[in-house]
T-cell receptor, first 111, second 116 residues
Framework: KNQVEQSPQSLIILEGKNCTLQ??????????LRWYKQDTGRGPVSLTI?????NTKSNGRYTATLDADTKQSSLHITASQLSDSASYIC??????????FGKGTKLSVKP | EPEVTQTPSHQVTQMGQEVILRCVPI?????FYWYRQILGQKVEFLVS????????KSEIFDDQFSVERPDGSNFTLKIRSTKLEDSAMYFC??????????????FGPGTRLTVL
């Protein structure tokens, strides 16, 4: 069954600290993996899209990694800011073009 | 920057009533989607729409649901007879090409549907 699993479920860090969020997927065939940021009560916003040939991709303070062999991805946030508080969702397209979402990691950045 | 818009932002309805959720996708996009997110749960795919017809739909998208692109700009989701369990945030999204490719899907801000 196509699934996307994320850990941890929630995370609290202090402002300025780094953190890493994990994603494991079993979607097949695999074309790409996306990380989205979702603020409370808002729609998801794309952070990165990674294909199987890309190991690392950065977008400002966000760095995503992908290991297509182990079917794992991570999102590293550097020098966290209060505005980083949100849910971070790992998403993998299904075979019919729909997107399969993980449950997300809820990140809280405290001052 | 162009964005997907949705109306209304919040809809309250009685069980059994029909609701229509409206979306205006980004103008040069060709693929349109509806997703829902029950409070505290993950986003779930409902339906994709291309070339004026449904491309794919999930198990959730039963006969109570329908989608339409009545004109060149709007994309609507109709729930014929709402149930309590339809209470959720409904997101519309659009992309230039099929989301399985590298194209980004752009999401609207969502409509919160509350069924009483």
């Amino acid at each position: 069954k196509n699934q996307v699993e994320q850990s941890p479920q929630s995370l609290i860090i202090l402002e300025g600290k780094n953190c890493t969020l994990q994603c494991n997927y079993t979607v097949s065939p695999f074309s790409n993996l996306r990380w989205y940021k979702q603020d409370t009560g808002r729609g998801p916003v794309s952070l990165t899209i990674m294909t199987f040939s890309e190991n690392t991709k950065s977008n400002g303070r966000y760095t995503a990694t992908l290991d297509a062999d182990t079917k794992q991805s991570s999102l590293h946030i550097t020098a966290s800011q209060l505005s980083d508080s949100a849910s971070y969702i790992c998403v993998v397209p299904g075979s019919q073009g729909n997107l399969i979402f993980g449950k997300g990691t809820k990140l809280s950045v405290k001052p | 920057e162009p964005e997907v818009t949705q109306t209304p932002s919040h809809q309250v309805t009685q069980m059994g009533q029909e609701v229509i959720l409206r979306c205006v996708p980004i103008s040069n996009h060709l693929y349109f989607y509806w997703y829902r997110q029950i409070l505290g749960q993950k986003v779930e795919f409902l339906v994709s729409f291309y070339n004026n017809e449904i491309s794919e739909k999930s198990e959730i998208f039963d006969d109570q649901f329908s989608v339409e692109r009545p004109d060149g700009s709007n994309f609507t989701l109709k729930i014929r007879s709402t149930k309590l369990e339809d209470s959720a945030m409904y997101f519309c999204a659009s992309s230039r090409r099929l989301a399985g490719g590298r194209d980004t899907q752009y999401f609207g801000p969502g409509t919160r549907l509350t069924v009483l």
